[in-house]
């Protein structure tokens, strides 16, 4: 169930060329944020921010998230013209992934719940 698990982990924020700490403060949050509703316990939760140096980039702000949900990696990604939005936005990824990923253990767990035991041949 979403928000059963508590996960107060450090999210790891790596820059690449010139990013305003504000941004590095957003993506922290945000990935926060997604882990509050994490199905499952998170070991890893990193951040990548990257402005490419091509003013004719119509999207230069990249963003990439990353966690690791009790051992499955997930990840999402996105660039927008301002870095704001790429967080916003691959955060919203993330949280979409992890929901799909709960709903499929929950179906899962349902399945296997629901299925009868194997018999037994007599000896």
């Known amino acids: 169930m979403p928000g059963t698990v508590a996960n107060q982990i450090d999210v790891k924020v790596t820059t690449v ?3 305003p700490q504000a941004d590095v403060r957003r ?12 199905p499952r316990p998170v070991h890893y939760a990193a951040a990548t921010l990257n402005v490419l140096p091509d003013p004719a980039a119509p999207r230069p702000n990249l963003v990439s998230l990353r966690i690791d949900l009790d051992g499955i990696p997930v990840s999402a990604y996105a660039s927008a013209a301002a870095m704001s939005d790429a967080v916003a936005l691959a955060a919203a990824r993330l949280r979409a992934r992890t929901e799909h990923l709960a709903k499929y253990w929950e179906t ?6 629901a299925a009868p035991a194997p018999r037994r041949a007599p000896h």
């Open 17 to 19: 060329r010139n990013v």
């Open 27 to 38: 993506a922290r949050e945000a990935v926060s944020r997604v882990l509050a509703h994490a």
């Open 108 to 113: 899962r767990r349902a399945a296997a719940a």
